[in-house]
């Protein structure tokens, strides 16, 4: 799978949990658990609840997703 293959939507943070790992409400109502990405986590960028983030999804697991910016 390449980079052209992912879903990229925009949600808000719902609840964080252990791990670095977040509940996510994307466009629709739908809730899926999404992790920080490597440059986030190297980067030491702080997510909250309540902040908006851009996500990538791969189209094979709808339930699950990568957080790869966070925005003010």
Same mark, same amino acid.
């Given at each position: 799978?390449?980079?052209?293959? +992912? @879903? =990229? $939507? =925009?949600? *808000? +943070? @719902? =609840?964080?949990? #252990?791990?670095? %790992?977040?509940? +996510?409400?994307?466009?629709?109502? !739908? @809730?899926? %658990?999404?992790?920080? /990405?490597?440059?986030?986590?190297k980067?030491? @960028? !702080? +997510?909250? =609840?309540?902040d $908006? *983030?851009?996500?990538?999804? /791969? #189209?094979?697991?709808? %339930?699950?997703?990568?957080?790869?910016?966070? /925005?003010?």
């Open positions: 799978m390449s980079k052209d293959d +992912v @879903i =990229e $939507t =925009e949600g *808000v +943070v @719902i =609840e964080a949990m #252990p791990g670095a %790992t977040f509940k +996510v409400q994307i466009a629709g109502g !739908h @809730i899926i %658990t999404a992790y920080l /990405s490597g440059k986030l986590w980067n030491y @960028i !702080h +997510v909250y =609840e309540g $908006t *983030v851009k996500l990538e999804m /791969s #189209p094979y697991d709808l %339930t699950r997703g990568r957080i790869i910016w966070r /925005s003010k």
